[in-house]
């Protein structure tokens, strides 16, 4: 019996994505030409696989017992075929797609892609803006290397720590919290800005005031790092964020930077990417390249004495 095994790649994307669109998307084709594909799927195993249902489509229960075998056999392919491939810098052509928090995009994004390019010349960078929810693009193979703030929980996302940052004090010059020493009570007092892709209007600062007994009141929550700091700059909203990767930012904006009157947990920065990549010599190369880029972040930042402000412009 003869099998085309590329219908193998065409199922996996079809059992995936739950579409004949999504699946066409996914590996490049046209709609039409993924339609036929999954009419030869259902002739070769004697199985709708996709049942229209309402305007959606839903796998089959044969559909769903084969999901995970089928992907495993796509994934053992493509690392038969290319396990003893070596790796060509000069010559490599491919996208990777990068997703960084913003905060991190600004700080590094610049020498990454300077790096790359020195490297790879051929290789192209995607940079796009963080999701404001969680997303299975890493699972999906559309993002090849995120950031995060925590380690992942999925079994088959893979991460790597590669620093801790501590939190500091941003605000305006002439700021009142700049005049005398900060005190957890004047912190407290102060309005404040938290930053989330989410609009959260708390954070694990507030966790850190309540174990203290105070609370603080926070006016607003912005989306991104940039945005929190260009607000700081034109308002008495106090933002507490990372330093290493928002240093570059408040100097060019001449924010004056405070140490935080109170104990706050550092914040650890993560690199992830899926387990198919694990293997992969060119993705291998992205990630050292990346966490190289990342690290240089991490010198040591000049010396926060309490009570004394630090600005770019002083």
């Known amino acids: 019996m003869q099998l085309d095994l590329n219908l193998l790649t065409a199922l996996d994307a079809l059992l995936e994505e739950g579409s004949v669109t999504g699946a066409a998307a996914r590996l490049h084709i046209t709609a039409p030409a993924m339609s036929r594909s999954l009419g030869r799927i259902r002739k070769a195993t004697g199985d709708q696989i996709l049942v ?20 495993a056999l796509v994934q053992q392919a493509h690392h038969l075929l290319s396990a003893q491939q070596e790796l060509d810098l000069a010559s490599l052509e491919r996208v990777f797609t990068v997703r960084w928090h913003d905060a991190l995009t600004a ?17 192209q960078l995607r940079l796009p803006a963080e999701s404001g929810t969680d997303t299975p693009e890493l699972r999906r193979g559309e993002v090849d290397l995120e950031s995060s703030s ?9 991460h790597r720590l590669v620093g801790r940052d501590r939190l500091v004090v941003a605000v305006r010059p002439g700021h009142p919290l700049t005049e005398g ?8 007092a102060a309005e404040h800005l938290t930053v989330s892709r989410r609009g959260s209007l708390r954070d694990p600062i507030d966790d850190a005031l309540t174990t203290s007994g105070l609370e603080r009141r926070v006016a607003a929550a912005g989306p991104t790092a940039a945005f929190a700091l260009q607000l700081a700059l034109g308002t008495d909203l106090v933002v507490t964020l990372p330093d290493a990767v ?18 706050l947990p550092h914040v650890p920065l993560y690199l992830l990417w899926h387990q198919r990549y694990d293997d992969d010599r060119a993705h291998t190369w992205l990630r050292e390249t990346a966490a190289e ?6 010198a040591p930042a000049p010396h926060l004495t309490s009570g004394r402000p630090h600005s770019s412009r002083s």
């Open 52 to 71: 229209r249902t309402g305007r959606s489509m839903v796998p089959t229960t044969r559909a769903l017992a084969m999901r995970a075998q089928v992907h």
């Open 150 to 158: 925590s380690a992942p929980t999925l079994p088959d996302i893979r």
């Open 293 to 298: 880029t990342v690290q240089a972040l991490f």
């Open 181 to 188: 020493p900060l005190s957890l009570a004047r912190y407290a």
């Open 107 to 123: 700080a590094c994004g610049t020498a990454l892609i300077t790096a790359v390019h020195r490297q790879a010349p051929g290789v």
């Open 246 to 263: 928002t240093r570059a930012a408040r100097e060019q904006l001449g924010l004056v930077t405070l140490p935080p009157p109170l104990p």
